[in-house]
């Protein structure tokens, strides 16, 4: 693992960041109202469709993020293998705002601090010989950040009807969508910034395997007396299941170990990996009718697990407090190749693990013919039974409908029941979610191309095209 142990060893070191902060301070009135901005225009409609019963009518009233600016720290700038640039920094934000929503049936809700704190990546890349140099700034944080609200009107009934908890998680999801990885919210720098350029490839695939927990033990409880009674006759022992996930990405789930105070798994998934600095967290549970209970919580990295030889042995914790119980894990790291031989089942220890990966990039349409106002634009990619689509574009003023940009992303991993019947890819454009045009492309065409990229402005008739990329990799073992 030498080139690997190299690659995760390799850092410019941590710098501070007083330059940075300085020009955030000055800047910070303006960003102020570019956020309340987008929390207005992005935040609002998601709250009336993820929150339940009388708090989706949440609205905001007054929006005002405060005087105190974010400050960075930890910065680490260094190169990327897509000859871009990446800084690397902690942000640490104790805002004092002015915060109401409101909504009907319920009382106004006042926000007055905000504590938010994560590792923070921006990649500037493409890097191009014409000002402004950088053709794109991409943001995210390489974990799920930490959130506290302070409430004010509300603080009472936050407590009871658990506002502040169901606000708090919406707005961490609403960031998890948009800015935690693999998700970066883009920001173009050059407007002909080129997208194949500028999208940055998953790092490759971390093969987990949870193998076992020692010392599991019940929390501790209040108890009922009928519960005691039963306590004393029948002896409480956990039926444990393990919890796993990385980043935004979904979360994996072991099989339930009945009545073991020692559960032993030996159970695998494969997780995209987009930065190794990102956390494995683990969760075990303990199954229970009346609601599944927390048996203890770790972390580690994808960086140190495989700094520690691929195995390693996590200490847990029970609401924030140390505990005996203690979970064994073994990792393997795979690089994403372009060589069609790479591209086979013999890479899946099974028919559920990755052995490749299909990406696929949306960069824009060209040529729509009609009426701007009627113009409702979107992309549709068919594979199989796997389906995506992206954001549907409007016209505003400034922009140019006819040949609208979408810089989005799908990826697909590749699987022995994948590969096994591959077909083509339909690349289909919509108005107003009806298809207009579509193309095929199939996968062994994808194959065959060099690098395995089938990239083209693609004739969907009627004289538009779908500017899109296809490629494909297979999986080799890191060394």
């Given at each position: 693992?030498?080139?690997?142990?190299?690659?995760?060893?390799?850092?410019?070191?941590?710098e501070?960041?007083?330059?940075?902060?300085d020009?955030?301070?000055?800047?910070?009135?303006?960003?102020?109202?570019?956020?309340a901005?987008?929390?207005?225009?992005?935040?609002?409609?998601i709250l009336?469709?993820?929150l339940?019963?009388?708090?989706s009518?949440?609205?905001?009233?007054?929006?005002?993020l405060g005087h105190v600016?974010v400050?960075?720290s930890?910065?680490?700038v260094h190169?990327?293998?897509?000859?871009?640039?990446?800084?690397d920094?902690?942000?640490?934000?104790?805002?004092?705002?002015?915060?109401e929503?409101?909504?009907?049936?319920?009382?106004?809700?006042?926000?007055?601090?905000?504590?938010l704190n994560?590792?923070?990546?921006?990649?500037?890349?493409?890097?191009t010989?014409?000002?402004?140099?950088?053709?794109?700034?991409q943001?995210?944080?390489?974990?799920?950040p930490s959130?506290?609200?302070?409430?004010?009107d509300?603080?009472?009934?936050?407590?009871c009807?658990?506002i502040?908890?169901?606000?708090?998680?919406?707005?961490l999801?609403?960031?998890s969508?948009?800015?935690?990885?693999p998700?970066?919210?883009?920001?173009?720098?050059d407007?002909?910034?080129?997208?194949?350029?500028?999208?940055q490839?998953?790092?490759g695939?971390?093969?987990l395997?949870?193998?076992?927990?020692?010392?599991i033990?019940?929390p501790?409880?209040?108890?009922?007396?009928?519960?005691?009674?039963?306590?004393?006759?029948?002896?409480?022992?956990?039926?444990c299941?393990?919890?796993?996930?990385?980043?935004?990405?979904?979360?994996?789930?072991?099989?339930?170990?009945?009545n073991?105070h020692?559960?032993?798994?030996?159970?695998?998934?494969?997780?995209?990996?987009?930065?190794y600095?990102?956390?494995?967290s683990?969760?075990?549970?303990?199954?229970?009718?009346?609601g599944?209970?927390?048996?203890?919580?770790?972390?580690?990295?994808v960086?140190?697990?495989?700094?520690?030889?691929?195995?390693q042995?996590?200490g847990?914790s029970?609401k924030?407090?140390?505990?005996?119980a203690r979970l064994?894990?073994?990792?393997?790291?795979?690089?994403?190749?372009?060589?069609?031989?790479?591209l086979s089942?013999?890479n899946?220890?099974s028919?559920?693990?990755?052995?490749?990966?299909?990406?696929?990039l949306?960069?824009s349409?060209?040529?729509?013919q009609g009426?701007?106002?009627?113009?409702?634009?979107?992309?549709?990619?068919?594979?199989?039974?796997?389906?995506?689509?992206?954001?549907?574009?409007?016209?505003?003023?400034?922009?140019?409908?006819?040949?609208?940009?979408f810089?989005?992303a799908?990826t697909?991993?590749?699987t022995?029941d994948v590969?096994?019947?591959p077909?083509?890819?339909?690349?289909?454009l919509?108005?107003?979610?009806?298809?207009t045009?579509s193309?095929?492309v199939g996968?062994?065409?994808v194959?065959?191309?060099?690098?395995?990229?089938?990239?083209?402005?693609?004739?969907?008739g009627?004289?538009?095209?779908?500017?899109a990329?296809?490629?494909?990799?297979?999986?080799q073992?890191?060394?």
């Open positions: 693992m030498a080139n690997l142990i190299d690659t995760l060893a390799a850092s410019g070191g941590a501070p960041a007083g330059f940075i902060n020009i955030v301070e000055q800047l910070w009135p303006n960003i102020c109202v570019a956020g901005k987008i929390a207005k225009e992005v935040v609002e409609p009336a469709s993820t339940p019963g009388p708090l009518s949440l609205h905001f009233i007054k929006l005002d600016p400050r960075f930890n910065v680490d190169k990327t293998t897509t000859q871009g640039i990446k800084l920094m902690d942000l640490d934000w104790k805002g004092v705002c002015d915060i929503l409101d909504g009907n049936h319920i009382p106004k809700i006042g926000i007055e601090k905000v504590q994560g590792r923070l990546s921006i990649l500037l890349c493409p890097l010989n014409i000002i402004p140099l950088i053709g794109a700034a943001v995210a944080f390489i974990n799920p959130l506290k609200l302070d409430f004010t509300a603080a009472n009934i936050a407590d009807f658990m502040n908890k169901v606000v708090r998680n919406t707005i999801g609403i960031i969508s948009m800015a935690v990885l998700n970066r919210f883009l920001v173009k720098l407007s002909n910034n080129d997208y194949f350029k500028t999208y490839p998953r790092q695939i971390l093969r395997t949870v193998e076992k927990a020692t010392s033990s019940a501790t409880k209040k108890k009922s007396g009928a519960s005691r009674l039963l306590a004393k006759i029948v002896k409480d022992v956990p039926d299941y393990v919890k796993v996930k990385i980043g935004a990405e979904e979360e994996w789930r072991t099989s339930i170990q009945k073991n020692e559960p032993v798994w030996n159970e695998t998934h494969d997780f995209l990996v987009a930065d600095e990102q956390v494995i683990v969760d075990i549970q303990d199954e229970d009718l009346g599944d209970d927390d048996m203890g919580v770790g972390y580690t990295t960086r140190d697990i495989l700094l520690k030889g691929g195995s042995e996590l847990l029970h924030d407090m140390p505990i005996d064994t894990m073994h990792a393997k790291f795979y690089n994403f190749v372009a060589e069609p031989q790479l089942t013999q899946s220890g028919q559920d693990q990755i052995c490749g990966l299909v990406t696929i949306i960069a349409v060209l040529g729509l009426q701007r106002d009627e113009l409702n634009p979107s992309v549709q990619v068919t594979w199989g039974a796997k389906k995506f689509v992206t954001t549907a574009q409007t016209y505003t003023p400034g922009m140019d409908i006819f040949n609208p940009a810089d989005q799908f697909i991993p590749l022995a590969l096994a019947n077909g083509s890819f339909k690349i289909s919509l108005n107003k979610k009806v298809e045009g193309v095929e996968f062994q065409d194959i065959g191309a060099p690098g395995m990229v089938r990239e083209d402005s693609f004739d969907v009627g004289g538009a095209a779908v500017r990329s296809i490629s494909a990799y297979g999986i073992l890191a060394q």
